[in-house]
């Protein structure tokens, strides 16, 4: 998973997602500091903006945003109590789409008010 780890929001939640056992293990990339990671060159290969959203690698897949929150609180282990709060926000792709862009604006938001800017920039 790649997140903006100068997002203090971002770090939170990719510090505490977890998957289930089964589902495999979550790695996890800030996007500030791995750019000589293959999965970070590879999003920008693609000419992914990170400061759209978080990006989750998945069986070959590269979900973005919403479909990466949505693939979290899929998979995530659910006794953790912020799986919990995924699951009930992000369990359908369409509730995803509909929350996703306002994380995205308070992400922002946070991110101008610490003074910090977007990824890349």
């Not at 293990?25 to 750019?35: F, G, I, P, S």
């Not at 990466?68 to 992000?90: D, K, Q």
């Not at 996703?100 to 922002?108: A, D, G, K, S």
């Amino acid at each position: 998973m790649l997140y903006d780890g100068a997002c203090p929001l971002c770090h939170a939640a990719a510090r505490t997602a977890r998957v289930k056992a089964p589902s495999g293990t979550l790695h996890l990339l800030d996007a500030r500091t791995c750019h000589e990671d293959p999965l970070y060159q590879e999003v920008s290969r693609r000419g992914l903006d990170l400061n759209e959203g978080m990006v989750v690698f998945a069986d070959g897949e590269i979900l973005v945003g919403a479909e990466a929150m949505a693939f979290v609180a899929r998979y995530g282990e659910p006794s953790h109590p912020l799986t919990r709060i995924g699951r009930l926000l992000f369990r359908w792709n369409g509730t995803a789409h509909l929350i996703y862009p306002f994380l995205r604006t308070v992400r922002n938001a946070i991110l101008r008010l610490i003074g910090v800017k977007p990824i890349g920039h």
